[in-house]
């Protein structure tokens, strides 16, 4: 059993890096509130976020800064006074700036090591005034500060830290798996990191319920996890949480409570060999494909629904015409986007089956017969036909997927669509691995496609 | 349109030989009579079966005698004097003789050219009567003798004929078609051969009824098609009809009625070449294999269940170890039986993927990943795991399942095991045409088994 109070100071910040955070963002706000006052700008900037709560892991260096305005204002009018006032700030302290955009515009400075985001949003004091979901992240500050007890931060930093670690932490398109906020939630109902785990590993099932607030709207959500929001009882927040990543959590927890360890707790970078790696894939037997293309500029968000859209949608191609996918992974690195597919066999007969309707419907029947006549065939009452199949190789059929002259059955993003007509390429895996000479994040990647039942380590 | 009384012409037996064999069965069932007069047995000989329904295709050269007892005889009594009666006629008119067994035994002399059956049978009225399937035998001669009006013997001779062209006549296992009972109570329900077809072609489903006395036990049978029996409300006909041949059957009378012809009738005696048929399996691109082995000296109605069993039981193996059947099939010919396996491809991986449990089954979790850890992982809320295959090639499995130490896994006939571990060979099949040199029985079967949308020629 590790001592979890050990572990914690190890991943806490420490009291001068908490001090310092603390005192950069006073001084912000400092800032912000004077120049608002002085122009005669209804705003008042707040610290939320993990650091306003206490629940930041050491090492974060996102800070927070929410710069509200009164409902009365229009959206046009705090878009542009929001952003003036945090571009003013980020002048009087910081080093560079980018301006960003989520569900809402905002700017992002970077001063003192630290990034620093400032979001314009209405200041409202219960969800139903909501108008953007950013609006929300002040009532979720507010509640945490409310009701987390001072001793309960810790195990909520445990709890973040584990998630990681384990790879579930984070609610992004990319990962799918538990926002801070949750972590935060899931604290307040069991009261610890520990109690947490056990309720994880015995008790969760599919459509699992928490209603902190009692508002008895859980049933009319259908996701694996249902954690009513406390602010919001119209609102999921485990509603970005896939099955896959709940399930993972839940076997770790289980495994964690069976033989505590604090590798849970501390990535271990691991030093992957291309020749292993190239061995292991060989020694599987199967056909392992590697797609890669440009990434479009979008940010992660936006791109990784379509990185994951076109890896199931090649999936579903390649399965629809009679190749067994064993599995696939995708990923956005650098720029350009990786796609592995694993395939049982690359080479199927020029010909397949092909199943037609029943014999007792007789109007199809008839025009499966004159189609296919004489190639064709009952197994019981069902007709059958033999066709010729188009692709016998899985890479010739990708090549026609996508093609310079387009793409054909794809189903892919919007943005990512042009990146992979002209400039995608494919190449079996022990040829990528010798031509491209990945680095160490891709072997990683690559790696733990082969070994998803290791702690994920360093590569997320 | 062919000209149908043309062609009955040519498929029913002509005046001359209807003659001798009415004059061989009278001169038989006298002497029965006779002899069994002066010994004192309570038997009486008649003529059953199709020369007795006056519904016998030409070139058939069986009749049926059966030689009937008072219910008050004792089984024991029936078959010692019956089988004496048979034996007896055959000695005054015969050439040889042969003891059978359906689920009755029975005596088989051949006389002049024909094989006579004698049946030693109780003389039943009604089907409640029945003490063994034979039994019913003579009330079914009675109902159709009674029921089938002259000008429809013609048509079930069509109807019969017709349907040995498309392989769908006879009940016997081999077949799982239709016996010359049901095709005489067709004729009975829709008048003539043509509205057999049309009623086949256009109404016909699965669970379709004909009740021809109106009994109203038709909802009883869960059969493909269900005919209940005139004599017995509890059987139906149609009993050992599969859904395969009643479909085929559908499927010939719209492919008649589309575009009659007297191709139906006739069957072609085609000449199979060797060099072709190899050529056309290549060109398939799919792995066909030939096992063989020694017939076991039984009734082919009792050898063919226990070879489709074996055939069917290869099939399930073949798929659970992860092969992709695409078709089998099996005959018994000139004491071997032969089965063909045709499967998509030979070689697969060294792993397969074997899925689990759920993860919310805890205690089934556990004990997958104690055996399978650190090879297995989660797709969404399933375990999988890799494992080793014990077969990479469908070859090296079947000798695992058929070797010298005995079968695994196989589910075969009580006849068949031992003859398959002793004697059974397997051949890929261009191996086994070269090798072989199979005849053109042989040669027809593999022909058929690729066009399979052909009427099935001289192979039944």
Redesign the interface.
């Known amino acids: 059993m590790p001592d979890l109070n050990l572990i914690l100071k190890k991943i806490e910040p420490s009291p001068e890096e908490k001090t310092r955070v603390e005192n950069l963002a006073k001084q912000l706000i400092q800032i912000i509130n004077q120049k608002a006052q002085r122009e005669g700008i209804p705003a008042e900037a707040i610290l939320v976020g993990s650091v306003a709560k206490g629940t930041r892991l050491a090492g974060k260096a996102d800070v927070d800064i929410f710069i509200t305005f009164p409902l009365s204002c229009s959206e046009g009018y705090i878009k542009k006074k929001g952003l003036k006032l945090g571009h003013h700030a980020i002048k009087k302290l910081g080093n560079g700036y980018e301006e960003r955009y989520a569900s809402h515009p905002y700017v992002t400075g970077f001063i003192n090591g630290y990034e620093v985001d400032f979001v314009p949003c209405y200041a409202i004091t219960e969800g139903r005034e909501l108008k953007s979901a950013v609006d929300r992240t002040v009532l979720h500050t507010r509640y945490i500060t409310a009701h987390l007890k001072a001793n309960q931060k810790g195990e909520v930093l445990l709890l973040k830290r584990f998630m990681q670690v384990v790879g579930c932490y984070g609610s992004e398109f990319k990962v799918g798996g538990f926002p801070g906020y949750l972590a935060e939630l899931l604290i307040l109902e069991y009261e610890t990191f520990m109690g947490v785990l056990e309720q994880a590993a015995?008790e969760w099932?599919?459509g699992y319920q928490v209603d902190l607030e009692a508002y008895g709207t859980a049933s009319q959500f259908n996701d694996?996890l249902v954690v009513v929001d406390p602010v919001d009882e119209k609102r999921n927040v485990a509603a970005a949480l896939?099955?896959?990543k709940?399930?993972?959590f839940?076997?770790a927890a289980?495994r964690y409570l069976d033989n505590p360890s604090p590798d849970y707790f501390f990535r271990k970078d691991k030093k992957i060999d291309t020749k292993t790696l190239k061995e292991e894939f060989l020694?599987?037997?199967?056909v392992n494909l590697v797609l890669t293309s440009p990434a479009p500029e979008i940010p992660e968000d936006a791109l990784y629904p379509q990185i994951r859209k076109t890896e199931h949608s090649l999936m579903k191609i390649l399965k629809r015409s009679g190749f067994r996918v064993?599995g696939s992974d995708s990923v956005s690195y650098q720029g350009r986007i990786l796609i592995i597919l694993e395939l049982?066999?690359n080479?199927?007969?020029?010909?397949k089956?092909h199943y037609g309707p029943q014999?007792?419907n007789?109007v199809h029947?008839?025009s499966f017969?004159e189609k296919y006549?004489?190639?064709?065939?009952?197994?019981?009452?069902t007709w059958v036909a033999?066709v010729k199949r188009g692709h016998?190789t899985a890479e010739s059929l990708l090549k026609y997927v996508i093609s310079p002259d387009g793409i054909h059955h794809l189903r892919t993003g919007r943005h990512l669509k042009d990146q992979l007509i002209n400039g995608y390429q494919l190449k079996a895996l022990p040829e990528f691995l010798e031509e491209e000479k990945p680095d160490q994040k891709v072997l990683a990647w690559l790696y733990h496609y082969l070994?998803?039942?290791?702690l994920p380590g360093d590569i997320y």
Chains 1, 2 share one sequence.
């Open positions: 015995h099932r599919p694996p896939t099955l896959q709940m399930a993972e839940v076997v289980s020694s599987r037997g199967t064993w049982e066999v080479l199927l007969p020029p010909f089956k014999i007792w007789r029947s008839r017969q006549h004489p190639h064709c065939w009952l197994e019981d009452d033999l016998t070994h998803k039942d290791e």
